[in-house]
């Protein structure tokens, strides 16, 4: 059982390394199909079905003025079909509105729009046209405008429906943007489908959360493995069971004392949800002060942990929790839940700290969710050993190995720290962390934990180790392995594996890829790619620069004047320096020989970093259509860009233009499938060639 347990604890210390984050996405609580179906000789219904978030509601085609906006349907005119009648509806509900001071009709969950059409053409032929339509719940309100539908019509033999992007840009989207600090996977939500098909939004963001509650479970059970917590699994279960209380109001009161302390850290998590959700989202991930404090707190939390400090709250909080436990009763649970929660502080602390850090800047269920899990991690042995009294017998005794859990737990918090230093160094220019100071920093730290597992390094409150056993020496093992892999990225190695966590490649002093790769171009004579040189030297690139030795833009219309010149098409990528996805596409699907020879070779690449901070001059600044607000910096200019022109304020996101800026495919977001993204890439450049012949 002892073997196990520790097993199990340094298991969960690695997993909690590697908690991370979900990328942004645009609201759209609608999602359309689109259908038809022969009704009789030479007539078929177009169909639009809607499907509508819980909550939210579509209005219907008839709506009087000075109200929200209509649902409507615009069909192109041809000379294949004519239309018969107009957009039939279910009846809709109909209340009184008194933000709009009328009555309102509306849809929720399902709806289904059918407009009957008389075929004129003996061949297959598209209808075509836009349509628009509101959508609102209880807090907000959502237009969507100018999007595209075209279904294709086979004589009543079959059809086919595509949703197009949208054409225009949207100068009123959602109120409420929910964003996350990294990053979740294909997330591009809106009318435009990924490369590999439509994606299913609300299913990426539940499979997020998912994860994350797993990912704050574990680090719960890491937390009751602490000197603060594990002692007192005995003392508490012993007062539940003592001989003064019959057996089922003793497991009655663990379970109350369990469900308080389930309680007490999801009212944490409330807070932080309420008061640093979604609104503060790009400004906590990405702007220096609140990563510094981040930095900073992760040390002191380091620190602690290391045994420099014991960080506990005033002792008048403690001892009045204590005092109101000893009333004993269901109130006296709680209590006792609630001194426990206070009295460990300083080892829950840093594992608290980390799980709300990491959720702070993303959706507003994400601090809720995180602590949930931590929490009900936490209770369970509470509860499962006033149960079950009897296993007692079996838990190891505390001792010595406690404390390593705790400095191993220091070791690893001081790693993480630097991540938040690094997002605001690479925002910012500052260049104090660039690549090889982080590997640097990170091979010392790991190989130094090393050492610890070995008891060559020896801590003020760790008991002396005079041998070591065979699950110490195999993480030893494992801590070292992990020092070799490292060592080659101070050489220019690409370290895949962490590609998300490191400062990207380009910030390396001494990279033997890009000097092997440079001199080869130089005695060549011969980029075979781009050749960015026959236009203007690309603004930013002192500071900005791409993966893999491409060259490229990082100015829109800079980079489409090019391409224009050149006359090839256009490879946009919206990335940001504190994008992990991003470095993860870099160097996984980009890094591939077969997408690297095309992106070279058929496109001019535009990078647009969403989040730097570099100020424009006053000429360059473009107030935004989507909030109206002056967008002064390099950041602004380019999420305002993204959002505006495609809906969508994620990263990665990819998007391939013909050099006059039309879209020439479906843009794609995070998605590590290198075939997929071939084919994305191939199906641009064939498009391109159509238009150009």
Not at 47 to 72: E, R, V
Not at 338 to 364: E, H, M
Not at 676 to 683: A, R
Request: hydrophobic share 45%; net charge positive.
């Amino acid at each position: 059982m002892k073997i196990l347990i520790k097993t199990t604890l340094f298991l969960l210390i690695y997993t909690v390394v590697f908690i991370t984050t979900i990328a942004a996405q645009i609201v759209n609580p609608v999602k359309w199909s689109f259908s038809s179906s022969p009704v009789q000789n030479r007539e078929t219904e177009i169909i639009f079905a809607a499907k509508i978030d819980k909550g939210w509601h579509l209005y219907s085609q008839y709506i009087d003025k000075g109200g929200p906006i209509p649902t409507s349907f615009n069909f192109d005119k041809s000379k294949d079909y004519q239309l018969v009648g107009k957009v039939i509806e279910p009846k809709a509900k109909s209340v009184f509105d008194d933000i709009f001071n009328m009555n309102v009709k509306y849809f929720d969950g399902k709806v289904v729009f059918k407009q009957k059409i008389k075929i004129l053409s003996v061949k297959s032929f598209s209808v075509k046209g836009t349509f628009e339509y509101m959508t609102c719940n209880d807090g907000s309100c959502i237009p969507f405008s100018d999007n595209e539908f075209n279904i294709t019509v086979n004589g009543g033999e079959g059809n086919s429906a595509t949703v197009l992007p949208l054409k225009k840009d949207s100068s009123e989207i959602a109120d409420s943007i929910q964003t996350s600090v990294n990053e979740g996977k294909d997330t591009a939500a809106n009318l435009v489908p990924s490369a590999s098909g439509p994606s299913n939004n609300s299913t990426g963001r539940n499979n997020s959360l998912i994860i994350f509650f797993l990912l704050s479970f574990l680090a719960g059970l890491a937390a009751i493995l602490t000197p603060c917590v594990f002692p007192m699994i005995p003392m508490t279960v012993t007062f539940f069971m003592n001989d003064k209380k019959s057996s089922v109001a003793g497991k009655i009161e663990a379970l109350i004392y369990g469900g308080s302390i389930i309680l007490i850290y999801t009212v944490v998590g409330t807070i932080v949800a309420v008061t640093l959700g979604a609104n503060f989202a790009n400004w906590l991930s990405t702007h220096w002060l609140p990563n510094i404090i981040f930095f900073l707190i992760f040390m002191v939390f380091a620190a602690s942990f290391l045994g420099l400090f014991e960080i506990t709250l005033p002792s008048w909080i403690v001892n009045k929790a204590d005092k109101k436990s000893d009333k004993g009763g269901y109130a006296g649970a709680f209590f006792m839940a609630f001194t426990l929660v206070l009295v460990s502080f300083s080892c829950t602390g840093p594992i608290v700290g980390a799980i709300l850090v990491q959720s702070a800047g993303g959706q507003v269920l994400m601090p809720v969710i995180g602590m949930l899990g931590f929490s009900l991690a936490f209770a369970l042995p509470f509860t499962l050993f006033a149960f079950f009294p009897s296993w007692l017998s079996k838990l190891p005794k505390s001792g010595g190995w406690l404390n390593s859990v705790k400095v191993t737990l220091g070791f690893i918090e001081m790693a993480l720290g630097l991540k938040f230093l690094s997002v605001a160094d690479q925002t910012y220019h500052w260049g104090i962390l660039d690549r090889d100071i982080y590997l640097a920093l990170w091979i010392v730290i790991f190989f130094m934990l090393g050492l610890y597992f070995l008891g060559k390094i020896r801590l003020i409150h760790d008991q002396e180790v005079k041998h070591i056993g065979v699950f110490r020496l195999m993480l030893a093992i494992i801590t070292f392995t992990f020092v070799v892999y490292l060592i080659p990225g101070m050489f220019g190695a690409p370290l895949k594996g962490l590609a998300g966590y490191l400062p990207p490649q380009a910030t390396h002093d001494f990279d033997l890829n890009a000097i092997i790769r440079d001199n080869s171009c130089a005695s060549s004579g011969n980029y075979n790619g781009t050749d960015i040189s026959l236009c203007e030297k690309p603004k930013y690139s002192d500071f900005l620069h791409l993966p893999h030795g491409l060259k490229g833009f990082f100015d829109y219309e800079q980079g489409m004047a090019c391409a224009a010149l050149q006359k090839k098409p256009v490879f946009i990528d919206f990335t940001g320096h504190g994008c992990v996805n991003c470095r993860e596409m870099e160097a996984t699907v980009w890094s591939d020989p077969q997408v690297l020879k095309r992106l070279k070779e058929n496109f001019v690449v535009i990078a647009l970093y969403v989040d730097d901070k570099t100020e424009l001059p006053e000429k360059e600044w473009v107030t935004s259509k989507y909030d109206g607000r002056v967008k002064k910096n390099i950041g602004q200019k380019y999420a305002d860009f993204q959002i505006s022109r495609f809906n969508v304020n994620a990263q990665p996101y990819y998007v391939l233009l013909d050099n006059k800026g039309g879209l020439l495919t479906n843009p794609r977001a995070y998605n590590k499938d290198i075939s997929e993204f071939v084919k994305f890439l191939d199906k641009g450049i064939e498009e391109f060639k159509k238009r150009n012949k």
